[in-house]
T-cell receptor
Framework: GEDVEQSLFLSVREGDSSVINCTYTDSSSTYLYWYKQEPGAGLQLLTYIFSNMDMKQDQRLTVLLNKKDKHLSLRIADTQTGDSAIYFCAEYGGYQKVTFGIGTKLQVIP | DVKVTQSSRYLVKRTGEKVFLECVQDMDHENMFWYRQDPGLGLRLIYFSYDVKMKEKGDIPEGYSVSREKKERFSLILESASTNQTSMYLC??????????FGPGTRLTVT
């Protein structure tokens, strides 16, 4: 079945760039997503990329997609303490089915 | 903005009790979902609904049932709560099933 893998933890200094990586297995994925979850809250949709795109930029966020390697990354420029959260990668393979990774906890050190 | 609300943020129930978790969305979305989130396991889909009175099992439906009598409301029911159902429960809604919008979650403790 579909699988989405992420590393569990990332620590960066405030002001540096953060790069969170994800790999997925479903080659028929049409959309890939990044969600953010702050402590005690639900998931918030941050950004998404369509499978025929290589890159998408939205202010401090850059999403890169390597479809050949089934690799997705989220770069956060000028990381702030407010960016500390868990980031989930997710892929949509059709029929209302979204598969989520287990989440990467980003710790921003002041 | 899409708004998804859940009836409780925190809930404590006893083993064997019947538990209802309610979710309401205000964007006329066709699809609604119930997930549970556990440390180290990520989000796991319990059930989803693609229309009123329609439901489909997700990856872990055992011990749960759902009800969707109105388009905006999707209920998760634990017929007889057990301690292994202690978890964070997240509801989501979506227009086409792909871009999902989440509620704030209900942290359920079963003692």
């Amino acid at each position: 079945g579909e699988d989405v893998e992420q590393s569990l933890f990332l620590s960066v200094r405030e002001g540096d760039s953060s790069v969170i990586n994800c790999t997925y297995t479903d080659s028929s994925s049409t959309y890939l997503y990044w969600y953010k979850q702050e402590p005690g809250a639900g998931l918030q949709l941050l950004t998404y990329i369509f499978s025929n795109m290589d890159m998408k930029q939205d202010q401090r966020l850059t999403v890169l997609l390597n479809k050949k390697d089934k690799h997705l990354s989220l770069r956060i420029a000028d990381t702030q303490t407010g960016d500390s959260a868990i980031y989930f990668c997710a892929e949509y393979g059709g029929y209302q089915k979204v598969t989520f990774g287990i989440g990467t906890k980003l710790q921003v050190i002041p | 903005d899409v708004k998804v609300t859940q009836s409780s943020r925190y809930l404590v129930k006893r083993t064997g009790e019947k538990v209802f978790l309610e979710c309401v969305q205000d964007m006329d979305h066709e699809n609604m979902f119930w997930y549970r989130q556990d440390p180290g396991l990520g989000l796991r889909l319990i059930y989803f609904s693609y229309d009123v009175k329609m439901k489909e099992k997700g990856d872990i439906p055992e011990g749960y049932s759902v009800s969707r009598e109105k388009k905006e409301r999707f209920s998760l029911i634990l017929e007889s709560a057990s301690t292994n159902q202690t978890s964070m429960y997240l509801c989501a809604s979506s227009l086409r099933g792909n871009e999902q919008y989440f509620g704030p979650g209900t942290r359920l403790t079963v003692t």
